[in-house]
């Protein structure tokens, strides 16, 4: 799980691994945001103040790694 991430320049490969079904509105708006679409897609996004943010914000939703 991602907690306390830091922006950077590194690449983040970002899965979602838990549902948003019975989440709070705005976690369902977040995993979203981050471009996730179901349980076990994944997107890679560069380690940025917003996505760090939005990371912060769902740990428990997502997998966090750094990407090759």
């Given at each position: 799980?991602?907690?306390?991430?830091?922006?950077?320049?590194?690449?983040?490969?970002?899965?979602?691994?838990?549902?948003?079904?019975?989440?709070?509105?705005?976690?369902?708006?977040?995993?979203?945001s981050l471009g996730l679409k179901r349980i076990g897609h994944?997107?890679?996004?560069?380690?940025?103040?917003?996505?760090?943010?939005?990371?912060?914000?769902?740990?428990?939703?997502?997998?966090?790694?750094?990407?090759?």
């Open positions: 799980m991602a907690k306390n991430l830091v922006p950077s320049d590194a690449k983040l490969a970002i899965t979602l691994i838990k549902s948003t079904i019975g989440g709070k509105q705005n976690q369902r708006d977040t995993v979203r994944t997107v890679v996004r560069t380690a940025d103040a917003v996505t760090v943010g939005m990371l912060n914000t769902v740990p428990h939703l997502v997998k966090v790694e750094e990407a090759k």
